[in-house]
């Protein structure tokens, strides 16, 4: 069945260093694929998404590509801030069907 | 943004009680919600989809009659968790989807169930 891998966390950083949360799946088909944020306390928030190969989801100077040939969906950005401490999740959904499958999520935690 | 809302946000009950949990999209009318389940530092896991008017569809080695899902109104639906145990302890998050297929889904702030 379809599902998502996504680096084991926790992952800390220093305040303004390059942040890189690799994801790759597993999908028949053309999934959709998306990274939702939680930050403490709070519910899920979609962060972005991309639809079709290629394609790059861009947010909160998050960035991810779509890449079928590496069945990857890595999140990158370039200079992390301490308010982006979280739990990261990758994420999928196969074609028109509306279950979204979730990878375990990566905990990330910024240092001033 | 689209808003949904969850209530309670926590609660704690003794074993053998059920609760009830509610879910409701503030501005849109969701046709269909979800209900994941969260254990600590995990990922979520769907327990079940939630259409307006119909009987819920369960994955798979859920029990349907421990999660009792209501969907009555197009802003509103419900889990019970029936005779509950410590097992059932865990945070439970829901989504509702704006639209049909492909619509996005909206994520609620969750609820966090402990079973004394």
């Known amino acids: 069945g379809d599902s998502v891998t996504q680096m084991e966390g926790p992952v800390t950083l220093s305040e303004e260093a390059f942040l890189t949360i690799n994801c790759t799946y597993t999908?028949?088909?053309?999934?959709?694929l998306f990274w939702y944020v939680q930050y403490p306390g709070e519910g899920l928030q979609l962060l972005l998404k991309?639809?079709?190969?290629?394609d790059k989801g861009s947010n909160k100077g998050f960035e991810a590509t779509y890449r079928k040939e590496t069945t990857s969906f890595h999140l990158e950005k370039g200079s992390v801030q301490v308010s982006d401490s979280a739990v990261y999740f990758c994420a999928l959904r196969s074609g028109s069907a509306s279950k979204i499958i979730f990878g375990s999520g990566t905990r990330l935690s910024i240092r001033p | 943004g689209a808003v949904v809302s969850q209530h309670p946000s926590w609660v704690i009950c003794k074993s053998g009680t059920s609760v009830k949990i509610e879910c409701r999209s503030l501005?849109?009318?969701?046709?269909?919600m979800f209900w994941y389940r969260q254990f600590p530092k995990q990922s979520l896991m769907l327990m079940a989809t939630s259409n307006e008017g119909s009987k819920a569809t369960y994955e798979q080695g859920v029990e349907k009659d421990k999660f009792l899902i209501n969907h009555a109104s197009l802003t509103l639906s419900t889990l019970t968790v029936t005779s509950a145990h410590p097992e059932d302890s865990s945070f439970y998050i829901c989504?509702?989807?704006?639209?049909?297929?492909?619509?996005?889904?909206?994520f609620g702030p969750g609820t966090r169930l402990t079973v004394t």
């Open positions: 999908a028949t088909g053309y999934p959709s």
């Open positions: 501005d849109f009318q969701a046709t269909t």
């Open positions: 991309a639809t079709k190969a290629d």
């Open positions: 989504s509702a989807r704006q639209g049909t297929g492909a619509g996005e889904q909206y």
